[in-house]
Nanobody
């Protein structure tokens, strides 16, 4: 059974940083792409970042490009999202997801397992 467990969320002031972690189990982690998505209150879920099985394949939403960095540790079966220069509009529940393929995707429909989410709140 595939399980994803996020951690690292919290309350931070604007301009601050957080690092989210997502520990994966139940799937050959090094062979699959991983993604981060977020959902703010009253809004639809949106893509944030994704990384392919090849860790050099990365893609970011325009809203976070240059501020967020996605990475993976295939020994620890963990994907990370380093978030710098946080803004109040980054406030959301952040979810990691995995898909049964090596190539990254930006649509949530292409991911089949999701974590429970971790809250990120950025105060102004």
């Amino acid at each position: 059974q595939v399980q994803l467990v996020e951690s690292g969320g919290g309350l931070v002031q604007a301009g601050g940083s957080l690092r989210l972690s997502c520990a994966a189990s139940g799937r050959a982690f090094s062979s699959v792409a991983m993604g981060w998505f977020r959902q703010a209150p009253g809004k639809e879920r949106e893509f944030v970042a994704a990384i392919g099985a090849n860790p050099w394949q990365r893609y970011y939403a325009d809203s976070v490009k240059g501020r967020f960095t996605i990475s993976r540790d295939n020994v620890k079966n963990t994907v990370y999202l380093q978030m710098n220069s946080l803004k109040p509009e980054d406030t959301a529940v952040y979810y990691c997801a995995t898909r049964p393929g090596r190539s990254l995707r930006t649509s949530g429909d292409d991911y089949d397992y999701w974590g429970q989410g971790t809250q990120v709140t950025v105060s102004s």
